[in-house]
């Protein structure tokens, strides 16, 4: 019966009628990168892949072709843009992921500061640099619940350090497959961020 519904679930939002409407939001950050709401179909047909981009370390999480189950991977190392690329594009083929969604840090009032600024600028160059269309997610305490799942799975603390950044990667990814709130869809020709809601 829990099979059933989460098929029904799955058959449901990607059988939405396409709406649009356009909005624009100055988001006070970066003058040329502006956030559009429109409204119509973002599900993909294959695995998405989610990044979520610390200092150092970049938790990977990958979901399946039916958009039900993610699944943790190894973290990448963050040293340069052109290795962080290289790396999320060998991802991308190898598991064949349609769609990459990336974690963004928003301020607890749902304001953006200096870290999701960075975010947004590296959302935008990743969408100007692969085939697949880039999304930005809401990554707010993320990283404590997957602290928290983490203790709760039995992990030691001392190795909760190295698993943190893909569990976080993974509720980021379950977050924009099972959220209602509009997604922000990056525009790789312009850094804007389009808004929709599947």
């Given at each position: 019966?829990?099979f059933?519904?989460?098929?029904?679930?799955?058959?449901?939002?990607?059988?939405k009628?396409?709406?649009?409407?356009?909005?624009?939001?100055?988001?006070?950050?970066?003058?040329?990168?502006q956030v559009k709401?429109?409204?119509?179909?973002?599900?993909?047909g294959?695995?998405?892949?989610?990044?979520?981009?610390?200092e150092?370390?970049v938790?990977?999480?990958?979901?399946?072709?039916?958009?039900?189950?993610t699944?943790?991977?190894?973290?990448?190392?963050?040293?340069?843009?052109?290795?962080?690329?290289?790396?999320?594009?060998?991802?991308v083929?190898?598991?064949?992921?349609?769609?990459?969604?990336?974690?963004?840090?928003?301020?607890?009032?749902?304001?953006?500061?200096?870290?999701?600024?960075?975010?947004?600028?590296?959302?935008?160059?990743?969408?100007?640099?692969?085939?697949?269309?880039?999304?930005?997610?809401?990554e707010?305490?993320?990283?404590?619940?997957?602290?928290?799942?983490?203790?709760?799975?039995?992990?030691?603390?001392?190795d909760?350090?190295?698993?943190?950044?893909?569990?976080?990667?993974?509720?980021?990814l379950?977050?924009f497959?099972?959220?209602?709130?509009?997604?922000?869809?990056?525009d790789?020709?312009?850094?804007?961020?389009?808004?929709?809601?599947?």
């Amino acid at each position: 019966m829990t099979f059933t519904y989460l098929m029904d679930y799955v058959s449901a939002r990607t059988n939405k009628i396409a709406r649009l409407r356009i909005e624009t939001y100055d988001t006070g950050g970066i003058p040329q990168l502006q956030v559009k709401t429109t409204e119509h179909q973002t599900q993909p047909g294959g695995p998405v892949l989610a990044l979520d981009l610390g200092e150092k370390l970049v938790g990977v999480a990958l979901s399946d072709e039916r958009l039900i189950t993610t699944k943790r991977l190894p973290p990448l190392k963050r040293s340069s843009w052109k290795k962080l690329l290289q790396d999320v594009r060998n991802l991308v083929e190898g598991f064949d992921a349609q769609m990459i969604v990336v974690g963004l840090p928003l301020n607890m009032d749902g304001t953006e500061g200096d870290a999701a600024q960075k975010v947004r600028q590296l959302a935008f160059n990743l969408a100007r640099s692969v085939a697949q269309p880039v999304y930005l997610q809401d990554e707010r305490l993320t990283s404590v619940e997957a602290a928290e799942n983490l203790k709760a799975e039995g992990l030691k603390p001392e190795d909760i350090p190295a698993a943190i950044d893909g569990a976080a990667a993974a509720l980021i990814l379950r977050d924009f497959l099972v959220s209602d709130q509009k997604r922000m869809r990056v525009d790789p020709n312009t850094g804007d961020s389009d808004k929709t809601h599947a």
